[in-house]
């Protein structure tokens, strides 16, 4: 059985920073990043390639996100600065065979609530 476990979610304030893990049971995958607020639809973030190629960036966090791999550790990890309180939000890993901003990844993880005051 896969699973993704996230982490590293918390309350922090307007331009600070997080880092969100997420550590996956399964190999040789893409993994993304995804974010839900409340009463939205959940929104592509961040996504890469299982060999760290292929990254994607959604255009509302360029240049303040980042995503990356320790491919050993089947782990992806979300780099969150410079955070907005429009980020608040549940992030959700994602893993499956395609880099895609696309919600259609195969697994999901249980989310991990960021929250982020003004």
């Known amino acids: 059985q896969v699973r993704l476990v996230e982490s590293g979610g918390g309350l922090v304030q307007r331009g600070g920073s997080l880092r969100l893990s997420c550590a996956a049971s399964?190999?040789?995958?893409?993994m993304g990043w995804f974010g839900q607020a409340p009463g939205k639809e959940r929104e592509f973030v961040a996504a890469?390639?299982?060999?760290?190629?292929?990254?994607l960036i959604a255009d509302s966090v360029k240049g303040r996100f980042s995503i990356s791999r320790d491919i050993g550790r089947s782990a992806a990890y979300l780099q969150m600065n410079s955070l907005k309180p429009e980020d608040t939000a549940v992030y959700y890993c994602?893993?499956?065979?395609?880099?895609?901003?696309?919600?259609?990844?195969?697994?999901w993880g249980q989310g991990t609530q960021v929250t982020v005051s003004s």
């Open positions: 994602a893993a499956g065979p395609v880099v895609t901003m696309s919600p259609t990844y195969t697994y």
């Open positions: 890469q390639g299982w060999s760290g190629g292929s990254t």
């Open positions: 399964v190999n040789r995958a893409a």
